[in-house]
């Protein structure tokens, strides 16, 4: 049976010799350089799950060395096996420099592969504990590992970790429920992508005072397609939280209004934001299924107005920045 590490590239190394052979893999070329182009500014961890496929795994590796050409950082990838083993541990060594435009613009990336099988977190805490950089920031990306096995790395894996991430429009749970040791342990890389959507949505809705946005409002409706659950979910979370301040007024409309979140029943856009009044008042953003464009239609109070949006989406690695980050 193929197992996850076979998906991805590297050079199969005992894993005891993992840490030698990066050590001399630049040789022969000059000191300067070697030390110039390879200084990490942090480790990485990308930790799959059982089941992930080797289809997603390749493209979430791509993701963290494209992440890694603008952040310097030690990878780590953790792949676990499907056989029920011994124990047993192997090894994959990756390495490859990227040149810019000019030949001073280059960035040498390392990743360190580990292939599992035990379920022992100590075995696993320990190997990691042993490839990361020392004295430098530990971020840790969870793709598809179940949220109690999560839980069960708190005390040992994840000591020392600055924030784990994960994507919610890819769980199969809703990991936000897990008992993080704080607040900011943890973030949602569908809630990173949704940056343009907060920019236009907000940009526009600051023309209007948070009372008179807030006043008369009687439902709140976020629609998203299948491919966009997490981001429906944190989108409704971002607004609620904007009108957190005025709400907590027992009289104020908003207070009393109703949130809800469901699946679109069109093909016509991925996402879509829509207020109700209980007068002619209305609001709706929606992100047109095709492309980046978008559309506002509004009447709040002034004069109706249908203004496109242009929502460009992050790329795979500005999203995972600005997930670790902000």
Not at 292 to 301: F, K, N, P
Request: with cysteine; charged share 25%; glycine share 6%.
């Amino acid at each position: 049976m193929a197992e996850l590490i076979d998906a991805l590239p590297g050079i199969e190394l005992p894993v005891g010799e993992v840490t030698a052979r990066l050590a001399t893999m630049w040789d022969g070329g000059p000191a300067s350089a070697s030390a110039e182009f390879r200084a990490s500014q942090m480790n990485l961890v990308l930790h799959f799950g059982l089941d992930v496929s080797a289809e997603q795994a390749r493209e979430r590796f791509e993701t963290v060395l494209q992440f890694a050409q603008r952040y310097p950082s030690r990878i780590i990838v953790l792949c676990p096996s499907k056989e029920v083993g011994d124990g047993s541990m192997s090894a994959k060594l990756f390495s490859q420099c990227y040149i810019g435009e000019s030949h001073r613009e280059m960035c040498c990336c390392e990743a360190l592969l580990l292939g599992y099988k035990s379920e022992d977190c100590g075995y696993l805490s320990n190997q990691v504990s042993v490839w990361l950089e020392p004295d430098l920031p530990t971020y840790h990306w969870f793709s598809g590992v179940p949220g109690k096995r999560i839980e069960s790395y708190f005390e040992n894996l994840l000591i020392g970790v600055r924030r784990c991430v994960y994507d919610s429009s890819c769980e199969t749970e809703d990991l936000s429920k897990l008992d993080w040791p704080s607040a900011t342990s943890a973030s949602d890389l569908a809630k990173a992508r949704l940056l343009p959507v907060r920019q236009a949505v907000g940009q526009f809705l600051s023309g209007y005072k948070i009372e008179s946005l807030c006043h008369g409002l009687k439902r709140v409706t976020v629609s998203h397609d299948d491919s966009m659950s997490g981001e429906g979910q944190r989108l409704m979370e971002w607004i609620k939280d904007c009108l957190g301040e005025c709400n907590k007024c027992t009289d104020c409309a908003a207070a009393k209004a109703e949130f809800s979140t469901v699946n679109c029943d069109t093909s016509e856009c991925s996402l879509c934001l829509e207020w109700e009044y209980d007068d002619d008042r209305y609001f709706q953003w929606r992100k047109f299924s095709d492309g980046s464009l978008g559309e506002i239609q509004a009447y709040l109070g002034k004069s109706k107005e249908i203004i496109p949006t242009r929502v460009k989406p992050l790329a795979p690695e500005q999203a995972l920045s600005e997930a670790l980050f902000f």
